[in-house]
């Protein structure tokens, strides 16, 4: 597994799920807009409802555009990024006798995907595991937030 196959699989995974909230927000506009959901009476909140849901959908979708663009500059950047752990790394982390993998990445921390078979999560510079690998080398022993020690085992 490379960090370009992760990379690939993370844009795919995002555009998939952009597609999907695409279709949701037309509908949820097309709700919002429809003359037919006028309130009926002055406790008839559907208009109200389907505007908020079409405006949070929108911010998600701008998100994920947002979120495309910054993984496809790490995609065309290559794979320059070794040694320490930083933004861009793919790093895999020893806990109890199993290995987890995690890519560090400007955005949508918690997104999993499966590449050749071994689970990847995104993490962000923002959560306290990211905040605690910053920095360390492959060989380098830890402590999670949890208190447990784990250990770096690859960084790419």
């Given amino acids: 597994m490379t960090k370009s196959d992760v990379l690939t699989a993370i844009l795919a995974r995002l555009e998939i799920e952009l597609e999907a909230l695409l279709k949701g927000a037309k509908a949820s506009f097309a709700a919002a807009t ?3 959901s006028k309130a009926e009476n ?3 909140t559907r208009t109200l409802e389907a505007s908020y849901v079409a405006r949070g959908q929108a911010q998600r ?3 994920l555009q947002e979120a495309l663009h910054a993984f496809s500059a790490f995609q065309a950047a290559g794979s320059a990024v070794t040694g320490a ?3 861009g790394s793919l790093v895999g982390l020893e806990l109890g ?3 987890d993998h995690y890519f560090i990445g400007p955005a949508e921390g918690g997104v999993e995907i499966t590449v050749e078979g071994t689970e990847v999560m995104v993490i962000t510079p923002a959560s306290p595991l990211c905040t605690r690998l910053m920095g360390k080398v492959a060989g380098e022993k830890m ?3 949890s208190g447990q020690a784990a250990l770096v085992k690859s960084v790419a």
């Fill in 143 to 145: 402590q999670l937030p």
């Fill in 42 to 44: 002055k406790y008839d």
């Fill in 97 to 99: 006798g199993s290995v």
């Fill in 61 to 63: 979708v701008t998100e």
């Fill in 34 to 36: 429809d003359p037919d």
């Fill in 85 to 87: 752990v930083r933004l």
